[in-house]
């Protein structure tokens, strides 16, 4: 593998790249700075047709093992041009990003690739509220990153009526969804979503009756887990 002949690629600096022969795979190694917990990738082809499937990996260095893989390119499902412009939440350290050809069966000699990341601090104060143990009370937050899930907690006395609001200010890249979890945050009663976020605000409101009276768990995502918007703002309650 190409660990340690990875090419070291600065923050903010665009590079290009090709993917030739078929199953060639380029290495870049990358550093998320102290503070930060956003890794934000853009890839994308320079030209308008080539026979590859543009994709990456992302792995974290792990002293003395091989590196582990901890996020991918999203699912590709539109056709056409593959352009990448996704964040990741990671903890400051060293990564490599592996570039290549989905299934790693063509090449293109001809034209490049252009591929760049920054990185950010996550303006979600809610952060680390990725499951039941670390979940807050409602309030506002943003899905920063790809497959990031918040947890908030609520209580509601027997024959209430639990009112869910998850709201946003403005058009937001993130299809939001959330989902109502029992008790044991596990079991589901109950989700809504929205097909497009970017047609509109997102104003999901809807009353509730709970099963019983006790601790519920709203769980609020990008319905596909693929987008995120670090500069968006939900609300729930
Ligand atoms: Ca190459
Ligand atoms: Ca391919
Ligand atoms: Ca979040
Ligand atoms: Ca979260």
Known sequence: MGWSTADTLAEGKEVTGSVCPARDKDFFKITVPQGKRLLRVQLKFTVETTPIQLTYILYKENPGKDPMQVGTAPLWTSGGIRTYDVYH???????????????????????????????????????????????????????????????????????????VKLTTAGPTKVDLKYSILLDDGKTKIGEESIADGMKAATNLTSLWAMPKGGTYYVVVEDRTGNKSDPAGCTRSR
């Open 89 to 163: 939440c990671v903890d400051p350290g060293t990564y490599y990003l592996v570039v290549k050809d989905d299934g790693d069966d063509n090449a293109d000699g001809k034209n490049a690739y252009k591929v760049s990341f920054t990185t950010d601090s996550d303006k979600d104060n809610n952060e680390v509220n990725n499951d039941v143990a670390s979940a807050k009370a409602p309030g506002s937050g943003t899905i920063s990153c790809k497959g990031d899930l918040d947890y908030f907690k609520t209580s509601v006395s027997a024959g209430d009526l639990l009112e």
